[in-house]
């Protein structure tokens, strides 16, 4: 049996590149074998401002709980997203704010700095769109979206190796260069079950 993978579309539109890379990658993984659930954030019902503060959760609406229970079950999760103001959507840092909750993605300990990381034993891709050229996104930003992504999100939560593929710049491409990386990201899912 192959990978159990959830592919998370990180941004409203569901008719968009992103969306097609998305169904690109999940058809590659099915074509090798794997499970795949994919999960668009723009179709959840859920308030991403529900939850003032730690101490205040909110309670989960269906969509969410069905999205943690998704995440559970899955060996690798793959978010597909743009680079919006150099950084994640909002609507994917309020979906986060919201599932990547303490006693599901992580524990903090009592009168520690530390805690502990509970969803180790899964691995990420992160599929991110630019307009920005890579290597100006890379050395005079300094790639803020996908250290938080990366480093202050998924391997905070024990998610790891994070593997980030960078498609772009989107503005101005040509059909060809398109149908060019939704077939290197096919590949990425094929290789990936």
Not at 11 to 28: E, K, N, T, V
Not at 138 to 145: L, T
Request: charged share 20%; aromatic share 12%.
């Amino acid at each position: 049996m192959g990978k159990k993978i959830l592919v998370i579309l990180g941004q409203p539109q569901r008719h968009s590149y992103g969306a097609a890379l998305a169904q690109a990658y999940a058809a590659g993984a099915k074509e090798a074998g794997a499970e795949v659930q994919e999960l668009y954030l723009g179709d959840l019902k859920f308030d991403p401002l529900a939850t003032s503060s730690l101490a205040h959760l909110a309670e989960l609406e269906p969509d969410l709980v069905c999205a943690q229970e998704s995440i559970k079950w899955a060996d690798h999760l793959v978010f597909v997203y743009p680079i919006w103001w150099g950084t994640i959507p909002a609507l994917l840092k309020g979906f986060i704010e919201r599932v990547f909750l303490p006693g599901f993605a992580v524990k903090f300990r009592e009168n520690s700095p530390w805690w502990d990381k509970l969803l180790t034993g899964r691995s990420a891709r992160l599929i991110v769109t630019l307009n920005t050229p890579s290597f100006y996104y890379r050395w005079v930003f300094g790639r803020p979206g996908h250290n938080t992504m990366k480093k202050t999100i998924l391997e905070f939560c024990g998610i790891k190796p994070v593997r980030i593929t960078e498609v772009g710049p989107i503005k101005n491409s040509t059909d060809a260069k398109r149908k060019k990386w939704l077939a290197q990201v096919r590949a990425l899912g094929a290789g990936c079950a």
